[in-house]
């Protein structure tokens, strides 16, 4: 017999809570993504997202790679294959990073689903619940919410304007043992800083007398827009350095193609973790990419961005200096996407974010990028790379209008 509980809407609902895990308690929506939804409005102007331009993705030149790739090997691309990833594209990527010294065999890259996805890989396979992980003060978000799954706890040291202050790792790892040194050395996601050749050498001699694993995290390494490249710590120390990197910002992120390059031993713990999450990167996509690779375009197209944000970083720095208030201050960055400001103290940049939204203009408050939640009240991070040089100048005079306001306003308190 059919009962009341068969018929629908009269069943009891599950209280979904009595069976989620423990860990799960650990995880919560980034702030980031909560609040491009918020921010989301057309008429916003948004420095908010970490998003290339549009306006340049190679859409042409994809569809030219998915046609000739599905013409072609078509019966290779739509199947199954190698968690490993596919060796051509290895062998490109092996080839590309030895030109920066970072000089590995193609067997000992792994392709990713993005660099996201390298972070939880890096979580699941050396993270026990309780673990430390060294991070700067303020981080990627992304690293944060990935390891916070992991139920890790963050020990954090600070930064200036040359990156991560790595003299206070010695003392901070000698108090509190950690499982790994998370480090963005290139055009820091959120501060822009660049870690200058002596702090990475430092950072290497204090790894090697704890016996530290360092994580090197560059999605932005190749968008220089001034200054000479820095030899990635990789290089320095490839016995202990596990660098990740990625084509979200140099190619399209809507592909999430990323890559790890790690010694052979815990490559195969990579590949294992791998396995259970998702079999394998997509075939296709990863043979889109080489097509675009091998062909140059990849090359071609990192050149023009270089010139388009380089172009663009200089329209918010001078109209920063043009019409916000004398008393911020921020980074200047020599390359990626992001430029971090610090605004007095008065203002709480997630309070204020309303305003700005109320203004149409949107930024990151910089708490988002603390572990501990608990800093950045008066920071925040401005991204360059998105809207337009026009629409950059007129952001960030709404944004200092706006900032000088509520100065004025305080002031007068
Ligand atoms: C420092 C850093 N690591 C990792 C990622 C994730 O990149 P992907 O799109 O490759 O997953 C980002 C994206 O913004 C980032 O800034």
């Not at 709404?398 to 306001?405: E, F, M, N, Q, V």
């Amino acid at each position: 017999m059919i009962g009341e509980a068969a018929i629908p809407g009269m069943a009891p609902p599950v209280d979904w809570d009595l069976y989620l895990a423990g860990r799960t308690s650990q995880m919560e929506s980034s702030v980031i993504r909560e609040l491009l939804k918020l921010t989301a409005q057309p008429d916003v102007i948004s420095f908010a997202g970490g998003l290339p331009a549009p306006e340049f993705f190679p859409i042409r030149e994809f569809e030219e790679a998915c046609r000739y790739i599905l013409r072609h090997e078509g019966r290779v691309a739509l199947q199954y294959s190698p968690t490993e990833g596919y060796m051509p594209l290895k062998e490109y990527l092996a080839e590309a990073m030895a030109k920066y010294g970072i000089e590995e065999k193609p067997e000992n890259i792994l392709l990713t689903n993005g660099s996201q996805q390298a972070l939880d890989l890096l979580g699941k396979i050396f993270l026990d619940p309780g673990d430390y992980v060294l991070t700067s003060r303020p981080t990627y978000v992304g690293a944060i919410q990935a390891w916070r799954a992991y139920e890790a706890n963050f020990l954090t040291v600070p930064l200036d304007d040359d990156g991560m202050v790595v003299d206070e790792v010695d003392k901070a790892v000698a108090a509190q043992p950690v499982k790994f040194v998370y480090v963005l050395p290139n055009f820091h996601n959120p501060a822009g800083t660049t870690l200058p050749l002596e702090r990475r050498q430092r950072l290497v001699e204090i790894a090697r007398r704890h016996n530290l694993i360092i994580i090197e995290d560059d999605p932005y390494g190749e968008l220089r827009y001034e200054g000479e490249d820095i030899i990635p710590i990789w290089a320095l120390a490839p016995e202990r350095t596990i660098y990740l990197s990625t084509f979200s910002k140099t190619l399209a992120p809507g592909i999430r193609l990323g890559w790890i390059v790690a010694p052979q031993p815990i490559m195969r713990r990579f590949v294992q973790a791998k396995q259970g999450t998702d079999l394998h990167t997509g075939t296709f996509v990863q043979m889109i990419a080489n097509d675009i690779c091998q062909r140059g375009i990849l090359r071609q197209h990192v050149k023009r961005l270089r010139k388009v944000y380089g172009e663009r970083r200089d329209v918010m720095l001078a109209s920063m200096e043009r019409y916000w208030p004398e008393e911020a201050r921020w980074t200047h960055p020599q390359g990626g996407l992001f430029l971090w400001a610090r605004v007095p103290s008065s203002i709480d940049t997630a309070d204020f974010l309303k305003k700005a939204v109320a203004e149409k203009v949107a930024y990151v408050p910089g708490f988002a990028f603390y572990p501990s939640g608990d800093d950045g009240h008066n920071a925040m991070r401005l991204n360059f790379s998105n809207a337009t040089p026009e629409k950059i100048e007129e952001g960030i005079r709404r944004l200092g209008a706006a900032l000088k306001k509520e100065l004025a306003g305080s002031l007068s308190l």
